[in-house]
């Protein structure tokens, strides 16, 4: 589903180094969510914001931050990567009424490697 | 915060059998439960959901169930077919300003054997 576009879709990086994973949507929708997988684990929720102006950490927040550039851009960073943040990164997103709020729309992912 | 656990890990079913997926949650609180599928390479994908003022929803061969009491629902497929392997979440959600912010499980590898 091109709606959520998330760039780029796999990277190999070595410990300390700065990434950024990207997150764009053409969906118009207010929310949006940064969620880690990894197997055995299901999926965890990293941050989330539900406006422009709005970021909320979720269950693993430690060791990254976020950005929401604009309502249709949200982006996750690792300062400095670490091997245990190896993973696959989905971008979600939903909108903001009481029928739609909980249903998210997710991005295609992003595999990080961290070696 | 709310914890969410999910049995099996794994199933392995004969095409035409059917297939059974459990999760348990610790919020009362929660009002909403979807489930997501994700084939292999693929992002999730929401294929069916209940509320709390719902005891069972039906979509075709797929259904879902709760019991608020007992705070657990599940997920049953039937007539099993090979394109139902995937990877099977559960989730809850509470609603206010919660909306949005599910917890998940930690997934089912279901098989289905042609």
């Known amino acids: 589903d091109a709606d959520v576009t998330q760039t780029p879709r796999n990277r190999i990086t070595k410990t300390g180094k700065r990434i950024m994973l990207e997150c764009s949507q053409t969906?118009?929708?207010?929310?949006m969510y940064w969620y880690r997988q990894d197997p055995g684990l299901g999926l965890r929720l990293i941050y989330y914001?539900?406006?422009?102006?709005?970021?909320n950490k979720g269950e693993i927040s430690d060791g990254y931050s976020v950005s929401r550039q604009a309502q249709a851009k949200f982006s996750l960073s690792l300062e400095s990567a670490i091997p245990n943040q190896t993973a696959l990164y989905f971008c979600?997103?939903?909108?903001?009424?009481?029928?739609?709020?909980?249903?998210?729309?997710f991005g295609a992912g992003s595999r990080l490697t961290v070696l | 915060g709310e914890n969410v656990e999910q049995h099996p890990s794994t199933l392995s079913v004969q095409e035409g059998d059917s297939a059974v997926i459990k999760c348990t949650y610790s919020?009362?609180?929660?009002?909403?439960f979807p489930w997501y599928k994700q084939e292999l390479g693929k992002r999730p994908q929401l294929i069916i959901d209940?509320?709390?003022?719902?005891g069972e929803k039906k979509d075709q061969r797929i259904a879902v169930t709760l019991n608020k009491t007992a705070k657990h629902f599940s997920l049953h497929i039937t007539e099993t077919q090979p394109e139902d392997s995937a990877v099977y979440f559960c989730?809850?959600?509470?609603?206010?300003?919660?909306?949005?912010?599910?917890?998940f499980g930690q997934g089912t590898i279901l098989t289905v054997h042609p």
């Open positions: 209940i509320r709390s003022n719902v």
């Open positions: 919020d009362s609180a929660s009002n909403y």
């Open positions: 979600a997103t939903s909108d903001s009424s009481v029928s739609g709020a909980n249903v998210l729309t």
């Open positions: 914001s539900f406006d422009v102006k709005d970021i």
């Open positions: 969906k118009g929708h207010d929310r």
């Open positions: 989730a809850a959600s509470m609603g206010g300003t919660s909306y949005g912010k599910l917890t």
